[in-house]
């Protein structure tokens, strides 16, 4: 695989550290006058998330990390994997647990998602930033119940919980953000 | 179409820059300090192994372009004895990153029988002038006192476990060589640290980092007779009780050109009319390098040197 000099360093190079890859968040340029130069980074794990800080002389290789982002459908899930196919070439991907991770609870089929793959195997996955979800089970709201802060919890079609509005009925089709987990609106 | 035919700094950024060469010109008019041009080649390129100078081919000959007008200002002073200055361009291969580019502004003086303490009181009230202050307050601290206090070092007693183990903390490997170590401690640890309201100045550096400061026991251990100056969180300046001795020079450049053959690097030709000059006898004196376009991202609180460019190399 190729690799990367420090002074090709910059913000999003997917980069292999001790055989982990690594996204670059920040990148510092740092010498006194008359020493050392170094290169300073803020580096993510991919894997974990985890991000820590690296320090190379500058001048010095790294290798570069396999990584490519795709977009995919989610076709279904079978208790072990879940299966994403890339729409125009019907490639299919299966992702494990660990890659899928807390977005398992937004996907639905036939959405597209952000695939991210590390030696052509999955290793995360991002749903879309926004998820149209059948409400599957809540509590009738009561009008003038705002003892709960106008808020309810609702079971969605793909098992998530969010809060939501007390007007809102189960069998309803909600909007919610998938980055924070919270409602957005109703869907008509 | 890109812009990039375009400055990267805006009209305010010129203006404050005619302003400030003005202001430091107007500084040494009245200090009775003369403006010299020097050339901007030269036959000799700098030894210094952190320092990578940059070269041209003319009908078949090297020259180097200057990383400072120090030699050859060096010379002129063999020859003249009296107090001078110079604003030029100076050029660093693989520097570039916030706070530097390629080719970059220095002001760089000398003050014949001066001692770099004198020179520092000096230092800080031009850069006072530069930022439009009346007086700024200043700090000064030896080296030893800086890493002790904020890197846990001391560099004259600590083994190679402890700086190791410091930086390693830092997200280093173990690959690093002692100065390599300290000079990261001193970058992370110390200069971030320093009060950036004040002109702070570190002296008294380690031997091994002497560079063309003369060395003494004053303080009862070796150390270098040579100081930093920084404000703002950034280094400004850099400057020596100059080191007049001919044979220690010329031991120094070897030694020099001995370590960059080691690691695998170019050694450029030496000096040896810098030599000369200092066979034939160079004043005791202090000097000092400091970087104008600092000066300016300081004057008009830029967080990139780009800022205060008209073109930065990628742009040139």
């Known amino acids: 695989m190729a690799s990367y000099s420090t002074n090709e360093f910059k913000r999003g190079l997917k980069i292999l550290l001790d055989g982990e890859p690594f996204n670059i968040v920040e990148n510092e340029f740092v010498k006194p006058g008359k020493g050392q130069a170094f290169s300073r980074v803020k580096v993510r794990n991919l894997r974990t998330g985890r991000v820590v800080e690296k320090t190379f002389r500058s001048g010095e290789s790294v290798e570069a990390a396999d990584i490519f982002e795709k977009e995919m459908q989610y076709l279904y899930a079978d208790g072990e994997f879940w299966h994403f196919m890339v729409p125009d070439t019907f490639e299919q991907y299966a992702a494990e647990e660990a890659a899928v991770g807390e977005s398992a609870q ?42 709960s802060g106008g808020v309810k919890p609702a079971t969605l079609e793909t098992g998530a919980v969010v809060r939501v509005p007390l007007f809102v009925n189960e069998g309803e089709v909600v909007k919610v953000d998938t980055r924070t987990g919270e409602y957005v609106s109703r869907v008509k | 179409m890109s812009d990039d035919w375009r400055p990267s700094g805006d009209g305010d950024c010129l203006m404050a820059r005619a302003s400030l060469l003005r202001g430091i010109r107007d500084f040494f008019e009245r200090e009775d300090v003369l403006e010299v041009e020097t050339p901007v080649l030269s036959s000799a390129g700098n030894s210094d192994p952190r320092i990578e100078s940059l070269s041209i081919d003319i009908n078949g000959q090297r020259f180097w372009l200057q990383t400072s007008p120090e030699f050859a200002m060096k010379r002129l002073l063999a020859a003249e004895h ?26 760089e003086w000398y003050r014949p029988g001066w001692t770099h303490f004198e020179l520092m009181d000096e230092v800080a009230r031009l850069i006072a002038l530069a930022l439009g202050r009346a007086a700024l307050p200043t700090g000064t601290l030896t080296y030893r006192e800086a890493m002790r206090t904020h890197g846990q070092i001391d560099p004259w007693l600590c083994g190679e476990n402890d700086l190791r183990t410091a930086v390693g903390e830092l997200g280093a490997d173990a690959s690093l060589d002692r100065d390599e170590a300290l000079d990261l401690i001193f970058s992370v640890r110390v200069v971030p640290n320093l009060d950036p309201d004040s002109v702070i100045f570190i002296h008294a550096f380690p031997e091994s980092q002497a560079a063309l400061a ?62 000369k000059a200092l066979q034939h006898g160079l004043p005791a004196c202090a000097g000092v390098a400091m970087g104008i376009d600092r000066l300016l991202m300081l004057r008009s609180g830029a967080r990139h040197i780009d800022e205060v460019l008209c073109f930065p190399v990628e742009r040139a």
Request: aromatic letters at 8%; one cysteine or more.
């Open chain 1, 106 to 147: 937004w996907l639905k089929e036939e959405d597209v998602c952000q695939i991210m793959l590390w030696n052509d195997s999955p290793l995360s996955v991002l749903p879309p930033n926004f998820v149209e979800l059948k409400i599957t089970e809540t509590d009738p709201g009561e009008r003038g119940d705002t003892s």
């Open chain 2, 82 to 107: 009296r107090a001078i200055y110079q604003i030029c361009k100076v050029f660093r291969g693989g520097e570039r990153g916030r706070n530097h580019n390629l080719e970059f502004t220095m002001l």
């Open chain 2, 214 to 275: 003369r060395l003494d026991e004053e303080l009862g251990y070796p150390s270098a007779r040579r100081f930093e100056a920084f404000f703002g969180g950034m280094e400004l300046a850099n400057g020596y009780h100059e080191l007049t001795d001919p044979d220690e020079q010329e031991q120094r450049i070897k030694t020099e050109l001995e370590q960059r053959r080691r690691a695998g690097l170019e050694q450029p030709t030496a000096d040896h009319r810098l030599i």
